[in-house]
């Protein structure tokens, strides 16, 4: 339901950009968001938007991270500047969706792995 890409290696202070399609029974889209889990440490909230394109951002990634949609598409991106090597982790798209009226699902994507080298 949710295919990721763009994920890589790339060195401090580079840019990468994530994109997040979903496809499959949707009736609406509510939220579309990324999270991230660094070895060690739990998943945690990195960016979301609403299907209003009302944004909010982790404080870590606040200023660098700018996350957008496309909802003709059904798409989010994550265009990520000045990375830092505390940013490496596996970066997972996450999707709230009204399937039909009065069914939500949550679906996750399979991970995109972010590795920044200092």
């Known amino acids: 339901q949710l295919q990721a890409s763009g994920g890589g290696l790339v060195q401090a202070g580079g840019s990468l950009r994530l994109s997040c399609a979903a496809s499959?029974?949707?009736?609406?889209?509510?939220?579309m968001g990324w999270y991230r889990q660094a070895p060690g440490k739990q998943r945690e909230l990195v960016a979301a938007?609403?299907?209003?394109?009302?944004?909010n951002y982790a404080d870590p990634v606040k200023g660098r991270f700018t996350i957008s949609s496309d909802n003709a598409k059904n798409t989010v991106y994550l265009q990520m500047n000045n990375l830092k090597p505390e940013d490496t982790a596996v970066y997972y798209c996450?999707?709230?969706?009204?399937?039909?009226?009065?069914?939500?699902?949550?679906?996750w994507g399979q991970g995109t792995q972010v590795t920044v080298s200092s």
């Open positions: 996450n999707a709230i969706v009204d399937v039909k009226p009065g069914l939500r699902m949550n679906y």
């Open positions: 938007i609403t299907s209003g394109s009302y944004p």
């Open positions: 499959g029974s949707i009736f609406s889209i509510k939220r």
